[in-house]
């Protein structure tokens, strides 16, 4: 069989033939589908942008608001871009509990603010709601030993202030009983104004930039530790003769 093998290899030097074995089409059947969610994740998302950018350029006349959201949307799409890409896989393994954990913050935050519409007036709910992610992602266990905390504890923060920023944008005010902070002046009974989601859109800011800082120090200390221990590997002892390969 081997000899076999041999002369296939001898005789096809020039145009090799790849014999797939029985495990194999379930393997390319299994990327395929892979590829199919990820494709299929991508453009549901990128929809979902294009949905709100139309929302955008429907309500928004200042063009210093217009300038605010196309850099959002655009924090959106590279985002969007990311997540789904095939290299991103291990990361977003690591972050979709986080994340989870923000949407369902944000969810409950909602869900409460629809049957008790006074916690939308003020803000001191969506902070306290922001603020209990840390503990609650604290209590989340975690896949890995050597995962940190801190990440996924900023991201699941920072995912329910823009959340349930977004809420207080564009889903309430499109519900009847629910106006926004800037609407004009309604003399109507059972109404409720919305709050300014500034300090909400505040809060994701700097815990965006926490979650960067936090990275960066991160992505700088593994490679300066990868760089030490290259150094170290390749530094010959007293005693030991290198040998190289002649060209």
Not at 24 to 49: E, N
Not at 173 to 191: E, L, R, W
Request: with cysteine.
């Amino acid at each position: 069989m081997r000899a076999g093998l041999w002369a296939v290899r001898d005789s096809s030097e020039r145009a090799p033939t790849v014999v797939p074995f029985a495990g194999d089409a379930r393997l390319v059947s299994g990327l395929g589908l892979a590829v199919t969610i990820r494709v299929s994740a991508r453009i549901a998302c990128l929809a979902i942008v294009g949905a709100e950018a139309m929302a955008v350029a429907r309500r928004a006349h200042d063009t210093s608001a217009l300038w605010f959201w196309t850099v959002f949307l655009a924090l959106q799409i590279v985002g969007v871009v990311w997540a789904t890409d095939r290299r991103s896989s291990v990361a977003v393994r690591m972050v979709a509990p986080a994340v989870l954990t923000g949407v369902t913050v944000a969810a409950v935050w909602t869900a409460v603010a629809l049957a008790v519409p006074a916690i939308a007036v003020g803000d001191a709910a969506a902070l306290v709601a922001i603020l209990a992610v840390g503990p609650a992602m604290a209590a989340v266990p975690r896949r890995s030993a050597g995962q940190r905390l801190l990440p996924l504890v900023l991201i699941a923060s920072a995912g329910s202030a823009l959340l349930i920023f977004l809420v207080i944008i564009f889903f309430l005010p499109a519900i009847p009983g629910f106006i926004s902070n800037n609407h004009d002046p309604v003399y109507t009974a059972h109404v409720t104004r919305l709050v300014d989601p500034v300090r909400e859109f505040g809060l994701f800011v700097l815990l965006a930039m926490a979650l960067g800082i936090d990275l960066l120090r991160s992505r700088i200390r593994n490679r300066l530790a990868a760089a030490r221990a290259q150094r170290l590997g390749h530094v010959a002892g007293p005693n030991e003769m290198v040998v190289e390969r002649a060209v």
